[in-house]
């Protein structure tokens, strides 16, 4: 399967150690490939045979020879009978070639016969449209009725009886049969075709054919069985009562019409003009703001040039004069229209008294204003009686304005208000034990004196201020850990300072490297675990992980036949606290690389990630065992079913599994030193780790193993994938002859696939590259993708000998990669180098954003297709070499490598910057959204945007642990100068970071 490039001199010798025996293809064709048969049904198949001289094949069900009456029977031709009952499970039938390995199944889908019909009603089946009546036994819901081959659409009235409605054309008989969901079609029913079709519908008809009728008056009309009713003017309901139009129209003549199964038919309407309208009064005198009281019979509408008039003709007059002090009042009805003047008079100016005061804050003053209809005040309150009351806190102006609206319009009255000394505050307590956490925080600050303009502040920076109850509310932002003075101020009123701890007290590690220490051993920062690490010191955390049960799984996805495996992954890498196991796990998949594009189905895949999880902090000869016997490897790289050599038909043993468990999993192909530097012959040429000849003596090592049969079933060669554990040994397929494996060892004739296989797992395990090849690829994965020598030299000293003698430790080796020097370096920032960190790949840049401001994610996240689309579909590598080439070197960098590079196109580096500004673009909500499975509140970001600086320096801390550039801050804070909102303010910010270098890149 996985084609590498050889050298022509290994090719010769493969070439010359298979001759004179050609390798042919062996494979096996069943048709049909697919079929659907009814209890006791028969399938004739046929197999086609290509690459075995001999072509003939032994058929199974369900790897039963010849079947069984449970589940079916098979000829030695090939015909197939259904069982009388449906089998439980699913029935696959297979054709062995002559050779004993080379097989075909196709699967069989056995489904229960068709309900039968006793009855069809009419019968004879008139010609034309009818409804029909089926009758029969065993109907369900959803059955559907078929009529001459047709579907037709089928009611479902009961277990024995159908509807539908047909049209028959001329014929002399038509068939009928009935399928129930998830059976075949029953029996065919015939039914005769007789009778000739139904009448016509007689001629409509209209009563009566003709009418008088007054403008605004009414008509009752009658037609049999009429469906619609229209009218050329006025308007017609549905039960034919026509009425006719207030006005006459262009012509006195109106058609009414009505339509039903005969037809239609109309009637002729002649319209009568009614009596002229009038108005009563035709003229009065109204005050501005006055009511005036008209009428007018049978009046439809009112409208005024000025002021207003109710449906019920009460003409109120505008409080003000218009441009003209004449207006007319129209009244529209049967007869036309009628028009009265009405002629406006001005009031008296309105006034308020007293027109100025000065009271104290909270104080009150009575108000009086002649015919007053309103009152308002701008800071204070006013009642409907004018009684004012003073706001209890001062305006920024230090008046308020009393305004009282009436007839004569307004008039406004001037409050000065008196404000007392202000009170010096007083701070009894802040937040939880005088606790703030590093970053930006809410907290409450009790105590007394406290006032709606108190601000609070930290260490002399203002916060954000707000009072409830007798507390205030804080926001704000801390970037150092360590004591803070916490002060509230009334104006020059000063409280007394109160000293709060912010952040870890007796922190083991600083904030910036607890973060940049989570880029590695996890899915990134959040705040919480942030402080843990501060708490605990790396060696701490590493200890609680170590300790910690495993948490994550894919066990869910058991029930989901495909998809979900990668928003899974990123649901566990955000919200689960085993952290260092998943992050392990996941570099282990990209070393020990399968792939859903041949395994097809998730529960393959689940169980081979579940074991990653397990075995994450175990001994790595374990993951080698765990990993070489799993279904998923043993279907990935062919293990699984592989038959020793077979002269007689040209066979050789695949080698799949026995190259690349040598090449990518554990020593690769030339000799290293232990600081991963090649090693040299006389001729300076690399010296290679094996050549082709030892691939194939491994490969004979890896033979006689097959998958594991169901609880108390015999092993079967040639079984298909299942779950039931690891691969099994097959004996008889097994080549038992010694094998030259590496470094001179042999494997003695004679052993069990199990010895043979332990022989060769520790013959690999005790090489002296696995150290410095899987060290590096863990550094590489976790920490850089440029390890000094001298790093990668004392992981592998770890690996080779954890202090007590035991070679392969994961958890000494993880440590060793994790707390290393070279992996410590520049933890608080400002001395960054070229060979630091690594590209986030998009699973990590994807957890890491959520996990930084504490999000929540469930399976429903819509990140999936957004993985797809950056080339990380995860646990689809398109090959065994993983999601990216691990030997890219990024362009014009000198030869530095960068493996997740090989992955950023253009095109996925603009669709990383769209994940972004998608899920940190809401516009008007802080709980960001992306999906039903994603939510991140950037709440409290909020109240810093009035500081850019302070607010960049908050999203610093949280994104790039509070190390970025004073260059680049500079250019974020200018960038987002003049944001309309707070929320646009931040999203930018965090746009800006998380689609810069300096982000991308973990340092």
């Not at 707070?982 to 270098?997: G, H, K, N, Q, R």
């Amino acid at each position: 399967m996985w084609m590498k490039q050889r050298s022509i001199g290994l090719m010769i010798s493969a070439l010359t150690l298979l001759a004179p025996v050609a390798l042919k293809a062996q494979k096996i064709t069943i048709s049909p490939s697919y079929t659907t048969v009814g209890v006791n049904g028969t399938v004739p198949y046929t197999a086609t045979v290509t690459g075995l001289t001999n072509t003939t094949v032994t058929w199974s069900v369900n790897n039963v020879k010849g079947g069984n009456s449970t589940i079916g029977t098979i000829t030695t031709a090939g015909l197939y009978k259904a069982p009388a009952v449906i089998p439980a499970g699913e029935v696959t039938v297979t054709a062995l070639g002559s050779d004993n390995k080379t097989s075909a199944t196709v699967y069989v889908v056995i489904e229960p016969p068709g309900p039968s019909i006793t009855a069809v009603s009419p019968n004879p089946i008139p010609v034309g449209t009818t409804t029909v009546t089926v009758t029969g036994t065993g109907f369900k819901s959803g059955a559907m009725i078929q009529v001459s081959g047709a579907n037709v659409s089928t009611t479902f009235v009961n277990a024995t009886t159908l509807k539908t409605s047909v049209y028959q054309g001329p014929a002399t008989s038509t068939t009928f049969m009935v399928q129930n969901p998830g059976t075949l079609w029953g029996p065919t029913f015939t039914v005769p075709v007789g009778g000739t079709p139904p009448p016509p519908p007689p001629t409509q008809t209209i009563s009566p054919t003709s009418a008088t009728v007054k403008l605004g008056g009414t008509q009752q009309f009658t037609s049999t069985g009429a469906t619609s009713w229209s009218a050329t003017e006025g308007s017609v309901s549905s039960t034919g009562l026509y009425l006719a139009p207030s006005t006459m129209p262009s012509s006195s003549s109106v058609t009414v019409t009505a339509k039903g199964p005969g037809g239609s038919a109309s009637a002729t309407v002649t319209l009568q003009a009614s009596s002229p309208q009038t108005i009563s009064p035709t003229s009065a005198t109204v005050k501005l703001g006055a009511t005036q009281q008209f009428t007018s019979s049978g009046a439809t509408s009112w409208s005024a040039t000025a002021g207003t008039i109710s449906p019920t003709a009460l003409y109120t007059a505008p409080s003000t004069m218009p441009s003209s002090s004449s207006v007319t009042v129209t009244a529209m009805g049967p007869g036309g229209s009628a028009t009265a003047t009405v002629t406006l008079q001005p009031v008296n100016a309105q006034t308020i008294s007293p027109s100025a005061v000065s009271l104290n804050l909270g104080g009150t003053q009575q108000f009086t204003s002649a015919g007053a209809t309103g009152w308002a005040a701008t800071y204070g309150t006013v009642t409907s009686a004018g009684f004012y009351t003073a706001p209890s806190v001062l305006s920024s102006t230090g008046t308020d304005s009393v305004t009282a609206t009436g007839p004569g319009g307004t008039a406004t009255a001037t409050v000065t208000l008196i404000a007392p000394p202000p009170t010096t505050p007083v701070i009894t307590g802040v937040g939880t034990n005088g606790q703030l956490p590093l970053g930006v925080f809410t907290t409450t600050i009790t105590g007394s004196g406290f006032s709606a303009t108190s601000v609070a502040a930290l260490n002399g920076t203002a916060l954000g201020t707000t009072l409830s109850n007798g507390t205030l509310t804080v926001t704000g932002f801390a970037s150092l850990s360590g004591a803070g003075k916490i002060t509230v101020s009334n104006g020059s009123a000063v409280s007394a300072p109160f000293t709060v701890q912010i952040g870890v007290a007796n922190a083991l590690v600083s904030s910036a490297a607890a973060r940049r220490f989570l880029e590695q051993a996890a899915f990134g920062p959040t705040p919480s675990d942030a402080l843990n690490v501060q708490a605990l010191g790396f060696q701490g955390w590493l200890t609680q992980q170590f300790n910690m049960a495993q948490v994550s799984n894919y066990t869910p996805l058991l029930n989901v036949s495909q998809g979900g495996m990668g928003p899974h992954l990123l649901t566990n890498a955000v919200m689960n606290p085993d952290q260092l196991r998943q992050r392990v796990a996941f570099a282990l998949s990209q070393i020990w690389v399968t792939s859903i594009n041949k395994l097809i189905w998730n529960g393959n895949m689940v169980l081979y990630q579940d074991m990653l999880l397990a075995d994450a902090f175990s001994n790595y000869r374990q993951i080698m065992a765990d990993v070489t016997l799993s279904p998923a490897m043993g279907q990935y790289l062919d293990m699984a079913n592989n038959a020793m050599a077979n002269p007689a038909t040209g066979t050789l043993a695949n080698e799949n599994y026995a190259r690349e468990i040598m090449q990518l999993f554990t020593i690769g192909t030339q000799m290293l030193n232990q600081d991963g530097s090649l090693q040299y012959d006389a001729n300076n040429l690399p010296i290679p780790t094996y050549l082709q000849p030892t691939i194939g003596e491994f490969a004979r090592v890896y033979t006689g193993w097959t998958y594991a049969p169901a609880a108390g079933q015999p092993v079967q060669w040639n079984a298909y994938i299942s779950s039931n554990g690891p691969m099994v040994p097959y004996a008889p397929e097994h080549d038992s002859g010694a094998k030259h494996l590496l470094n001179g060892y042999v494997s003695p004739a004679g052993a069990t696939p199990q010895q043979d296989l332990n022989n060769a797992l520790d013959n690999i395990f005790n090489h002296p590259n696995v150290g410095p090849f899987v060290g590096k690829q863990l550094i590489q994965h976790l920490v850089k993708s440029n390890p000094s020598p001298a790093y990668i030299s004392r992981v592998a000293a770890a690996f080779n000998n954890n202090g007590q003698g035991v070679r392969g430790d994961m958890m000494a080796t993880i440590t060793a990669v994790l707390l290393d020097p070279e992996a410590r370096a520049n933890d608080n920032g400002g001395n960054d180098q070229i060979t630091d960190g690594h590209l986030q790949e998009p699973a990590l840049f994807i957890a890491a954003m959520i996990r930084a401001f504490g999000g929540q994610m469930s399976d429903q996240n819509y990140f999936g297709w957004d993985l797809v689309n950056m080339d990380q579909d995860l646990f689809n590598p398109p090959s065994v070499f993983n999601y990216y080439p691990a030997n890219y070197v990024v362009p014009a960098t000198g030869g530095l490598l960068g493996a997740e590079f090989g992955i950023q196109t253009p095109n996925n580096a603009i669709w990383r910057a769209n994940v972004v500004r998608t899920l940190f673009g809401q516009w008007s909500n802080p709980v960001e959204s992306y999906g039903p499975g994603t939510t991140v509140d950037v709440t409290p970001f909020l109240s810093l945007a009035a500081n850019p600086a302070t607010l960049v320096s908050a999203l610093d801390l949280t994104l790039t642990h509070g190390t970025m550039p004073a260059g680049m801050k500079t250019t974020i804070v200018n960038a987002i100068a003049g944001e309309p909102t707070p929320l646009l303010a931040v999203e930018d910010v965090i746009y800006l970071i998380m689609t810069s270098s300096y982000y991308n890149v973990w340092h």
